[in-house]
Structures are given as C-alpha cells and as structure tokens.
C-alpha cells in the first residue's frame, strides 16, 4: 500500500499553495530569504505530488476526488487530474519554481518581498484550482480568484501609476469575462443536467445539438478569449508590462494567459466540431495571430515585444484548436509547453537587461553579448525556439502547425 494515497496527493496540490501565501502573510516585511525558501517548498512539494501522481493519469486514466461541501444541496468540491490537468499543473508548478528563484534576486530589497511571495502562492493556488477543477462553478470560482491575485501582482508596484492602470484594466476585462464564463457553465449545466466534469465531458452530442449550444459557446469563448488576451481583446496584456518581470515570466506566458487555452482544450471534446466553432475560434485565432505579429514590428520596449509576440503565439494555438481536427489539437497542446518555455526565458532575460542596464529600450540598446554572455546565449536559444528554427521544439510545433493548416 503507497504511504501517500492519490487524494492525499491531490489535497496536497491544491491546498499547499493557499496554506504558503497564509504562512507569508505573517512573515516579515523584508523576510526575502524566507519568503522565497517558503514559496519554492511549496511549489517543489506539488511537483513532486505532480510526478508521483504521473503513472496513474497515464492510458487516459483520471485521478479523482470528491469532498463533500454542502451536502444537502449536493454540492462537492472535486478535485480532478487527467493527463491534460496533469501537464498544466506541471507548468503551473515547474515554472513557479524557477520563477521563484529568479524573483529571488530580482526583487529588491526595499520592496515588501513578503508581500509579493504571499500575492504569486496564491496565484499558483488559483491556477491549480483551475486546472484540477472536477466541477464547472468550482472552476468559473477559481478562474475568477486567477484574475483577482493577477491584478494583485501586475499592480504590485502600486506607487507607479502605470503598473495601477494595467491591473484595473487587467481586472476588468479578465473578470467581465469571467461573469461571461459562469453564465456559459449554468447553460452547460443546464443542457447536461449536472455541473460535474465527468458527466459533461461525456455529453457532447446532447451539447451540440442542444438549441442553447451557440449561446453557451458564444459565453464559454467570451470569458477563454478575454483571458488568453485574443482579439478585440488583447489590449490588456501590453498594458500589464508595468508588472514587475517575474509576473510577466510566470502570469503571462506560461499561466495565466493559458488559462483561456486550457478552457478551450478542456471543452475541445464536446465543443468542437461546428461550423459556429469553427468560425469564432479559428476567426479570434487568425485575427490575433495577424495583429500581435504586426504590432511586435514596431515596439521598441523590450517587454512590450514579447506582450505582442505572446499575444501572436496564443493566436496561433487558437487557431489550431479552431481547426477542429484531433491532431490539430495535439499540435496546439505541444505548442503550450514549447510557449510556455521559450516565453518565460525570454520574459526573464529581458529583465536581467533590464536590472542591469537600466533601460528596456531597444534603440538604446547594443553590444550586450560581450559583457553578458551566459543572458546572450540562453536569449539566442529561446529565441531561436521561438521563431522556429530546426532542430529547436518550436520548429516541431509550427510544422504540425502548418501541415494541419493546409491539410
């Protein structure tokens, strides 16, 4: 008999995260090595749940655990993960941890490090609670908490009033469509007749052909769109560049902006398939894809860049994912983790420049590599990996990418 059974794994996962950013919140102001030696334990103890869980979610397996809530209402909080949750929390949690590590040395030390571990766990905590969700309200409740502590940590610098202005705006347009969302699950649980995962994941063709379907897809889109940053949406994210560089790393390359990606890949099953999804999906995709590239060519911030190239990246998994075809999706899916890894080191690297010169501007900026080789030449391969080149994982992706497209 295992020592730690899967549900003790799962509370673990989700529960660690919330209790850190408790723990934080009593530490003092200026703790910057506690802090952070708080918040990797918290994200190395749910990758290690994470990995021990690994051989259980494998053959379309699902790891599955109910907690009774409000019984008499028939209300229970699930806790779910299936390979698809498994790999998100993966990320969620791989990621946070060199996220926090970098934060270590990148916070300084006048700024309430406390403050900002308590504000990034709890995050990671909303995240997780996304991913793992067995329940559609559990879900919409935890998506909505991921745009609370994201406006919490965009506007960590609040005396700058720019880093206030892109929080509001942040938390605006993530929540209203949030609001969208939970009107799209009620129709969802009303087709279905239940609001567990399970059940409607294997509901599909009662969702589509259901007169409410167009409505519910038009809700659900509204509130993945609004998140992923797709467009008329996308202004948003730019804007939240005045976070400090490990927010952007973490939240809006390899989180939080995936959250409306996860959405659609979580709901591609039952969703998927029609002319109505075909067309607002693939259209917000195309659009996107178009206008993030197109506005990068003439930012000259450095974050700035990377906001309107992430903006372009989401576009294109958008788009895979509007092509409705199963390997379109597995293109998309491949594509998530390759983003995820090239954004965040490019985020990161950009802030080491930034830290050390000063400036983020790239008309100021030239010559680096002599004086900062080892930042030079993990930029060029994450780079690289983003545009494509051969034998780096981006090159893998985009030729799915394009075969499926012509195919």
């Known amino acids: 008999m295992p020592l730690l059974s899967d549900a003790l794994l799962l509370q673990i996962m989700a529960i660690a995260p919330f209790a850190g950013a ?10 910057r090595n506690w802090a952070a030696a708080l918040a990797w334990s918290v994200a190395f103890t749910g990758l290690l749940c994470a990995i021990l869980l690994y051989p259980h979610v ?82 919409v409740v935890s998506w909505e908490l991921t745009s609370l502590f994201s406006f919490l940590l965009i506007g960590y610098w609040h005396s700058n009033p720019s880093a206030r202005d892109g929080a509001r705006m942040a938390l605006t347009v993530t929540a209203t ?16 007749g239940s609001f567990d995962l399970d059940v409607v994941l294997n509901s599909g063709e009662a969702i589509r052909n259901s007169p ?62 029609t002319e109505a999804w075909y067309l607002i999906v693939g259209g917000a995709g195309t ?6 590239a197109y506005s990068a ?23 895979l994912l509007g092509l409705g075809s199963p390997l379109a999706a597995v293109a998309a899916i491949f594509h998530v983790v390759n983003h995820a890894t090239f954004k965040a080191s490019l985020f990161m690297a950009a802030g080491i420049i930034d830290h050390e010169t000063g400036t983020r501007d790239l008309r100021r900026l030239s010559g680096l590599s ?38």
Request: with cysteine; charged share 10%; aromatic share 10%.
């Open 22 to 31: 408790a723990i934080a919140f009593f530490l003092p102001t200026y703790a």
């Open 58 to 139: 494998t053959d379309g397996n699902v790891v599955r655990h109910e907690i009774r809530w409000l019984p008499t209402l028939g209300v229970s909080l699930v806790l779910r993960l299936d390979g698809l949750s498994w790999l998100f929390s993966m990320l969620v949690l791989g990621i946070g941890a060199l996220v926090v590590l970098y934060a270590r040395y990148y916070i300084a030390k006048k700024d309430p490090v406390s403050r900002f571990f308590m504000f990034f766990l709890a995050f990671m905590g909303a995240m997780l609670g996304v991913v793992m969700a067995g329940n559609l309200v559990q879900l």
């Open 177 to 192: 469509g949030g609001l969208c969302l939970l009107l799209g699950m009620l129709i969802i649980g009303r087709i279905v």
């Open 212 to 273: 409410a379907y167009v409505p519910a897809l038009i809700l659900v889109l509204l509130g993945a769109l609004t998140k992923s940053a797709q467009f008329p949406f996308h202004f948003w994210l730019p804007r939240a560049m005045s976070a400090p560089t490990p927010v952007s790393a973490y939240l809006h390359s390899a989180t939080m902006v995936k959250a409306g990606i996860f959405l659609m890949i979580r709901l591609w099953p039952v969703m998927s398939g």
């Open 287 to 292: 659009a996107t894809l178009l206008v993030g």
């Open 297 to 319: 060519i003439f930012q000259h911030d450095l974050k700035g860049l990377l906001a309107y190239s992430t903006i372009s990246h989401l576009g294109l998994i958008t788009v």
């Open 370 to 407: 002599r004086s900062m080789p080892i930042t030079a030449t993990l930029a060029m391969v994450a780079a690289a990996a983003m545009a494509g080149v051969p034998l780096l994982n981006g090159f893998l992706s985009k030729e799915m990418f394009l075969a499926e497209a012509v195919a």
